[in-house]
């Protein structure tokens, strides 16, 4: 988003930036997001916190605030977070998942993030990983569809970027999600159908992709390759093979073409000759 905010005439631009944790020009602007947060009245003597999220938040990040209320409590936590950059970022992270008395401005914490180069963005949901607004807005426009694809691509999407990645997760819910899209257009009469299974029967000849290719001939093999990217799961095979575990990167690689290939289905892309 600093990209977006023109540096004055004659001056270098706004650095980009790609922070892991909470850099100090933006710790204090989180923490003071936080506090607002669970601040009902700002009063100096006596503000009127929100005790119920608080303890919700205590009891997640297991600290204990006995013999505590009020401001007391949110300086318990404050306490917990003291210089770790981590701690902070968890604290936030399951803040916007909570419970709570007052409106959570994820919109608000976005821009601090985004202006201020965190790798992090927010959303309802908690942090993900900042990725780029187009892939973003190909996932929003999938999982806008209400039904078992979307749920299982939205599980992919927080395993590939999300506060605590789980690559396999990510890599078994977009097999999932696949084949829960297409096994309604190649198998309808097989409401069970495995990927391996779709891509067999995309092999039969009697199936075409509706994007003409250099040849022009609509084939349906490049499809296939690009399930086969995705089809078998590294992370189900036998526990003694010596393949390497699947990096996040090699994830997110799979979620972003489980997202298109799902669009695909959805559109009409894959068609019976």
């Avoid at 990725?131 to 691509?153: I, K, M, R």
Wanted: hydrophobic share 40%.
């Amino acid at each position: 988003m600093t990209t977006q905010v023109a540096a004055r005439e004659g001056r270098p631009g706004l650095p980009d930036g790609a922070y892991e944790g909470a850099p100090d020009h933006l710790r204090g602007p989180l923490i003071r997001w936080l506090e607002k947060l669970y601040t009902i009245t700002p009063d100096i003597l006596t503000p009127q916190m929100d005790e119920a999220g608080l303890e919700r938040l205590a009891t997640l990040i297991r600290i204990d605030l006995r013999g505590t209320d009020g401001y007391g409590m949110l300086s318990g936590i404050l306490a917990w977070i003291g210089e770790d950059s981590e701690r902070l970022l968890d604290a936030i992270h399951y803040s916007l998942q909570i419970p709570t008395r007052m409106t959570k401005r994820w919109e608000e914490l976005e821009i601090l993030l985004a202006y201020g180069g965190s790798i992090w963005t927010a959303t309802g949901k908690g942090l993900q990983r900042r990725v780029h607004a187009t892939a973003l807005e190909a996932f929003d426009t999938v999982v806008a569809v209400a039904d078992n694809a979307s749920d299982h691509l939205a599980r992919a999407w927080t395993g590939a970027y999300g506060r605590n990645p789980h690559p396999a997760s990510a890599w078994h819910h977009s097999i999932n999600a696949v084949e829960a899209s297409l096994r309604r257009v190649v198998c309808p009469d097989n409401p069970t159908a495995t990927l391996s299974q779709i891509i067999d029967e995309l092999r039969t000849g009697l199936w075409r992709l509706e994007v003409r290719g250099r040849a022009r001939d609509y084939a349906i093999d490049p499809l296939i390759k690009m399930l086969e990217l995705v089809w078998p799961d590294p992370n189900r095979l036998d526990t003694t093979s010596s393949e390497l575990p699947t990096s996040r990167e090699e994830a997110r690689a799979v979620v972003q073409l489980a997202v298109a290939i799902v669009q695909w289905g959805r559109d009409g892309q894959i068609v019976n000759r």
